[in-house]
Nanobody
Framework: QVQLVESGGGLVQAGGSLRLSCAASGSIFSINAMGWYRQAPGKQRELVATISSGGTTSYADSVKGRFTISRDNAKNTAYLETNSLKPEDTAVYYC????????????????WGQGTQVTVSS
């Protein structure tokens, strides 16, 4: 039905930057909010940033001023620009999207990607 595929993770030194991408594909009618979450080893998954279909954004306090979420509605893709990375940003980053499919335009469902690893060395 709907697939979310993240890319752009990797190993970077503290202070560096990475640009994560999340491409949605499948039988998509519309995409509502999109968001990025992360999960570090031994910790719960936490919200990093969200963006509405209209472009309104919100961020976790820990990433404000360093991370920027954006989206290209024509490409069904969300991005997370990560700057001034810190070792504590190390985690698997997951993309989430609320989607209505062409088969059921009246139902909004949450979909998740498989995650992309971000590792920040000190």
């Amino acid at each position: 039905q709907v697939q979310l595929v993240e890319s752009g993770g990797g190993l970077v030194q503290a202070g560096g930057s990475l640009r994560l991408s999340c491409a949605a594909s499948g039988s998509i009618f519309s995409i509502n909010a999109m968001g990025w979450y992360r999960q570090a080893p031994g910790k719960q998954r936490e919200l990093v940033a969200t963006i509405s279909s209209g472009g309104t954004t919100s961020y976790a306090d820990s990433v404000k001023g360093r991370f920027t979420i954006s989206r290209d509605n024509a490409k069904n893709t969300a991005y997370l620009e990560t700057n001034s990375l810190k070792p504590e940003d190390t985690a698997v980053y997951y993309c989430n999207a609320f989607v209505t499919t062409a088969q059921n335009t009246g139902l909004l469902r949450s979909y998740w990607g498989q995650g992309t690893q971000v590792t920040v060395s000190s």
